[in-house]
């Protein structure tokens, strides 16, 4: 079975520090793996996705990902947080037989303080 | 080109109604996934369709939900008899459906559904 467990409800981080969004995954087929944000009254966005190539995946607006299978995890991270970061940021594993059905974790919302 | 919409952006609607939620996905794209999210939830899978056809329905949480698809174009998912519960927004997105594996699902704004 597939699920996906963020293990952060909020994350407050001050503008021009790292950010750390922590993701672990339970799959039993090799895992596709998304990182997804949604800001205020805004659709979902697409941040990176991992497909079983490279381990560390690079996303739109500086944020990364690695794909770390000992631990089953799949953290979100940037080196230097944005105000315009400040948004909710979901974990989403893709599994089952038909790859078509997709988990999404429960969220985390990042706040950015000035 | 044009992304996912849906409509309305808007329902609010009395218990015991019935309510239709419509979705248009990108075009070309054949496959077409239903989520729902609650109040300061994740979403939830409800349903998903290749072309016309909906191999995975196991998300639909009661006999009041029902979805379709015509033409490979627009869903519209449907809530007969709604509950407060069924409050929530309700997501659309759609995939080229060429790669399972690797495809991405782009999203559209959602229909805020307020049962009262």
């Known amino acids: 079975a597939q699920s996906v467990t963020q293990l952060d409800s909020h994350v407050s981080v001050s503008e021009g520090t790292p950010v750390l969004l922590r993701c672990n995954y339970s799959s039993s087929y090799s895992p596709s793996l998304f990182w997804y944000v949604q800001h205020p009254n805004k659709g979902l966005q697409l941040l990176l996705k991992y497909t079983s190539a490279a381990t560390l995946v690079k996303g739109i607006n500086g944020f990364e990902a690695e794909f770390k299978k000992s631990e089953t995890s799949f953290h979100l991270t940037k080196p230097s947080a944005h105000m315009s970061d400040a948004a909710e940021y979901f974990c989403?594993?893709?599994?089952?037989?038909?790859?078509?059905?997709?988990?999404f974790g429960s969220g985390t919302k990042l706040n950015v303080k000035p | 080109g044009a992304g996912v919409s849906q409509s309305p952006s808007n329902k609010v609607t009395e218990k015991g109604k019935d309510v239709e939620l419509r979705c248009d996905p990108i075009?070309?794209?054949?496959?077409l996934y239903w989520y729902r999210q609650r109040l300061g939830q994740g979403l939830e899978f409800l349903i998903y369709?290749?072309?016309?056809?909906?191999?995975?329905k196991s998300g639909l949480p009661s006999d009041r939900f029902s979805a379709e698809r015509t033409g490979e174009s627009v869903s519209t998912l449907t809530i007969q008899r709604t509950q407060q519960e069924d409050s929530a927004v309700y997501l659309c997105?759609?995939?080229?459906?060429?790669?399972?594996?690797?495809?991405?699902?782009?999203f559209g704004p959602g229909t805020r559904l307020t049962v009262l």
């Open positions: 075009s070309g794209h054949t496959a």
């Open positions: 989403v594993v893709r599994g089952g037989v038909s790859f078509n059905k997709f988990y």
């Open positions: 369709f290749q072309g016309n056809s909906a191999p995975d």
């Open positions: 997105a759609s995939s080229s459906g060429t790669q399972p594996y690797t495809d991405t699902q782009y």
